[in-house]
C-alpha cells in the first residue's frame, strides 16, 4: 500500500497543502487507487473500506485536507493551519529544545502557551514535551509539564522508541502506561535498550490489536540499520518463547556466526544460495507475504548473503562470507519481467543513509566489477510521491546516479565508481 509521509518546510505557508488537498480530491474524483489507498490508511471514516465503497462515498474537500494534514503528522487540519501560522515561533522553540536551553523554551512557551500543543517540527516527534523526550531533555521536559503539557503518554512513547529511558522513567512515574502497542517503537528503531525497559516492566509484546507476531516482524522488517540493537531484540524474544526457526536467514538476523557456520556446514552451496523475499520475511514470524514486504532499499529479492550483508549493514557477517569465498560479482536472481541481475556493489551506492565507504572499498579491492549491468524495478514508499522506480541495463554508478530519492544515495561511494 502506498504510503504517503510528508515534511513541512523551513518556512511553510498554507497554500502548500491547500493545493494538496485539492489535488487529492481530484484524483479520488478518477477514481485512482493509490488515492484510494492514502484516503483509506489516513481518514477514519474510510479505514475499513475498500476502493468501490470509498470511490462510491461522500468524500469533500474537508476529507481531503484531513488526509494531507495526518501525512503532515497533524491530527487535523485546524492543527495544521494553526502549527504553519506558529512557525517563527515553533522554530525558535526547536533550536531552544536541541540547545537544552530550558529557559529559553520556558520563555517562548510562556509567550505562546497555545505552543503547549502543536508540534515543533513533526507530528510523530510532538509538541514540546515530546520532543524534548526524544533528544533526551528531561529538564524541559519537567518545565514543559509544569507549565502545563499533558502529552505524557506520547513523550513515553517516543523516550522508549529513542532509548531516553531516563526520561521514559519519569514520565512513567507521571502516569504514561503500558499500552497494547507500546513496545513497537523500540522495534521499529532497534533500541535494545528501549524493549528491555519496557519488557522488564510488563509491557505487553504485541502492537495495538493484540498480535504478538507484530513486534518480532517490525524487527525483521525496519528500515533501522542496528545491528547489535536487532541481534539483541532477536534474542529477547527467543528467551520469551519466541520460536525463531533454525534457518541461514534467521542465523543472518540473529547475527549468529555460530550458526551460520553449521548452516555452511551442512550446506557447502549456502554462500552461492538465493533468498526470496519469503525467506528473508518469514510469514510465519508475521510478515506480509505481499511482494513488498520489508523496508530496504537496492531490491533485496533473489540475492545472496552477501547482498543482504550490505543492506543489513551486517559488517561482521560481510566479512564472514567473504573470508569464506563469497562471490563480490554474484548477481540477484532475475525474474520474469527481467528485473533482478545486479551484483552486491549495487546495495552499496543505494542503501541506508550514512553508510559510508568501507564495504565498497572492500569489494573494489576485491574484484568487483564497475562495467556489469542490470534492470532493477524498486517501490518508493513513505515519500510525498509513492510510486515505482525502474532503472534498465544501468551500472551500479548509473543506479546511484538516477536514483530519484536521494537520501538514499551513497554519494562517497559514488565517487568511487567515477
Known amino acids: 500500500m502506498a504510503t504517503v509521509s510528508r515534511g513541512l518546510p523551513e518556512q511553510p505557508h498554507l497554500d502548500l497543502p491547500k493545493r494538496e488537498a485539492r489535488e487529492l480530491l481530484d484524483q479520488w474524483r478518477k477514481g485512482e487507487r493509490d488515492a484510494l489507498e492514502r484516503i483509506r490508511h489516513r481518514h477514519p471514516k474510510f479505514a475499513t473500506q475498500a ?26 487540519w485546524a492543527a495544521l493551519k494553526h502549527r504553519i501560522a506558529s512557525s517563527a515561533a515553533a ?31 513533526s507530528g510523530n516527534w510532538g509538541p514540546p514535551m515530546s520532543h524534548a523526550a526524544n533528544l533526551g531533555r528531561l529538564e524541559i521536559i519537567q ?54 525497559f519496557l519488557a522488564d516492566l510488563g509491557a505487553p509484546l504485541t502492537n495495538d490489536h493484540g498480535d504478538r507476531l507484530a513486534p518480532l516482524a517490525l524487527v525483521l522488517e525496519t528500515y533501522s540499520r542496528n545491528p547489535a540493537g536487532k541481534h539483541a531484540i532477536l534474542e529477547s ?55 513488498r514486504c520489508g523496508m530496504h532499499w537496492t531490491p533485496i529479492a533473489g540475492t545472496t548473503l552477501l547482498h543482504l550483508s550490505i543492506d543489513f549493514a551486517e559488517r561482521e557477517i560481510f566479512d564472514w562470507l567473504l573470508a569464506h569465498g563469497a562471490d563480490v560479482n554474484a548477481r540477484a536472481t532475475i525474474d520474469t519481467d527481467g528485473f533482478g541481475g545486479h551484483t552486491p556493489l549495487f546495495h552499496t551506492v543505494v542503501c541506508h543513509p550514512g553508510r559510508g565507504t568501507a564495504m565498497i572499498e572492500t569489494l573494489l579491492a576485491r574484484g568487483a566489477s564497475t562495467d556489469l549491468r542490470a534492470s532493477l524495478r524498486k517501490f518508493l514508499d513513505w515519500c510525498e510521491n509513492p510510486r515505482w522506480h525502474e532503472a534498465r ?17 551513497n554519494t562517497e561511494a559514488l565517487r568511487l565508481l567515477d
Not at 476502493?51 to 491530527?75: H, K, T, W
Not at 531552544?96 to 500543543?117: G, W, Y
Not at 548452516?263 to 523475499?277: G, M, V, Y
Not at 544501468?394 to 530519492?405: D, I, K, L, S, V
Open 237 to 291: 524474544f527467543a528467551q520469551r518463547g519466541y520460536a525463531l526457526p533454525d534457518t541461514p536467514m534467521m542465523a543472518f538476523h540473529r547475527g549468529s556466526m555460530a550458526r551460520l557456520e553449521e548452516h555452511l556446514r551442512r550446506d557447502p552451496s549456502l554462500l552461492a544460495r538465493r533468498f526470496t523475499l519469503r525467506e528473508i520475511y518469514p510469514p510465519e514470524l508475521g510478515c506480509p507475504n505481499d511482494g
Open 393 to 409: 541495463d544501468a551500472t551500479a554508478a548509473e543506479w546511484g546516479r538516477g536514483f530519484p530519492e536521494r537520501m538514499w544515495v
Open 51 to 76: 476502493d468501490a465503497a470509498i470511490a462510491a462515498a461522500p468524500f469533500r474537500l474537508s476529507d481531503a485536507q484531513l488526509v494531507i494534514a495526518r501525512e503532515y503528522g497533524f491530527a487535523n
Open 143 to 196: 518545565a514543559v509539564a509544569a507549565l502545563g503539557a499533558r502529552d505524557f503518554q506520547h513523550a513515553f512513547d517516543r523516550a522508549v522508541l529513542q532509548g531516553q529511558i531516563e526520561c521514559a522513567r519519569w514520565l512513567h512515574e507521571q502516569g504514561a502506561k503500558l499500552t497494547p502497542g507500546i513496545i513497537m517503537g523500540s522495534c521499529e528503531t532497534l533500541n535494545a535498550a528501549g524493549f528491555k
Open 91 to 121: 522554530d525558535r522553540l526547536k533550536h531552544a529544545i536541541r540547545a537544552n536551553d530550558r529557559d529559553a523554551v520556558v520563555r517562548i512557551l510562556r509567550a505562546k502557551p497555545e505552543m503547549l500543543h502543536l508540534p515543533v517540527w
